[in-house]
């Protein structure tokens, strides 16, 4: 991160800050202003809202981590969205989460080395009736297996 973007978070995350203490219930309000305005929640931002709530950081990391919504570094440029619900579990979904993990070098909730892909877990997609499924940034894919999912990542990558 450059100087003037880290310059540019740590002033994202003190107006966030400023517009949610005050409120009932500030701190997954908070959590996710900063995630829409940082793209993620960094350390750093965890330091600072555990000190503006009188939480521990602690506190807040847990909340942060129950969540996989909220991303601790920042995205790849392109989410890949694997179901994990019974439907698609029972044609070989698990199967493809660790293929989805292993291609990626990542877990759930991570981005891979490169930069290109955030991984998510979500549960249904909606083609149940033609799992596994996985969504590429807005594009579903139905019925796929490992070799499927590197083709699709390989054709993915090299979009510009
Ligand atoms: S269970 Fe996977 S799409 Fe519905």
């Known amino acids: 991160m450059t100087q003037d973007a880290a310059a540019e978070a740590d002033d994202a995350i003190g107006q966030a800050i400023e517009e949610h203490r005050a409120?009932?219930?500030?701190?997954?309000?908070?959590?996710?202003?900063?995630?829409?305005r940082c793209g993620h929640v960094s350390d750093a931002a965890v330091a600072r809202i555990?000190?503006?709530?009188?939480l521990s950081r602690a506190d807040v990391h847990g909340v942060v981590s129950f969540y996989d919504h909220f991303r601790r570094t920042p995205g790849?440029?392109?989410s890949v969205c694997v179901c994990r619900a019974e439907a698609c579990q029972a044609v070989g979904?698990?199967?493809?989460e660790a293929e989805a993990r292993r291609q990626l070098g990542t877990s759930f909730g991570g981005t891979s080395?490169?930069?290109a892909f955030s991984?998510?877990?979500?549960?249904?997609?909606?083609n149940c009736a033609a799992g596994p499924s996985v969504l590429i940034d807005d594009e579903l894919h139905g019925r796929v297996d490992g070799a499927r999912l590197a083709g699709l990542l390989?054709?993915?990558?090299?979009?510009p």
């Not at 390989?154 to 979009?159: F, G, T």
Request: hydrophobic fraction near 40%.
């Open 93 to 96: 979904g698990r199967a493809l």
């Open 154 to 159: 390989a054709e993915r990558r090299a979009r």
């Open 23 to 36: 409120r009932r219930g500030p701190l997954l309000p908070l959590l996710h202003a900063v995630q829409e």
């Open 119 to 126: 991984l998510h877990a979500v549960y249904c997609l909606g």
């Open 76 to 78: 790849g440029r392109h």
């Open 113 to 115: 080395a490169d930069g």
């Open 50 to 54: 555990a000190q503006a709530l009188n």
